[in-house]
């Protein structure tokens, strides 16, 4: 099956999250039913981190998130866009990076402000799907 998008931590956040508003609750069902989601390992780790493992099992299991690339494939860039972007962490630029490699793919974030500033390929916007109360 083609992946649907790019999934930060915020939208698996969002639809586990029980006190999530309904918009964008919806938000993150459509994003999660719409097709399989890339994501990362940092992002995977993030998600573990604020809402437990169990979520992050069941969205791997049922293929509904899918690991987009190998972290260690990347070192370079990684290394590149932390001295451009000092404030980004390694799931930001994860997904930056995954989002060059898929560059049709938008990414699923809550985090409009760091996405909106991040670039791809040195000078192009990351696409990014935002929920309703963050636009």
Not at 43 to 70: D, K, Q, Y
Not at 118 to 133: G, K, T
Request: glycine share 6%; net charge negative.
């Amino acid at each position: 099956m083609t992946p649907f998008g790019i999934a930060d931590a915020g939208l698996v956040i969002a639809w586990a999250d029980c006190q999530t508003s309904r918009e964008d609750r919806r938000w993150a069902d459509n994003a999660l039913e719409s097709g399989p989601l890339y994501t990362t390992e940092p992002v995977l780790a993030e998600i573990s981190h604020f809402i437990g493992v169990t979520p992050v099992a069941v969205l791997l299991n049922s293929g509904r998130l899918v690991v987009g690339m190998a972290l260690a494939d990347h070192g370079k860039f990684i290394a590149d866009f932390a001295v451009q972007y000092p404030e980004a962490d390694l799931a930001d630029i994860s997904l930056v990076k995954l989002s060059e490699l898929h560059p049709r793919l938008k990414v699923f974030t809550v985090d409009a402000a760091d996405f909106t500033i991040y670039r791809r390929f040195r000078n192009q916007p990351v696409p990014i799907s935002v929920p309703p109360s963050r636009q």
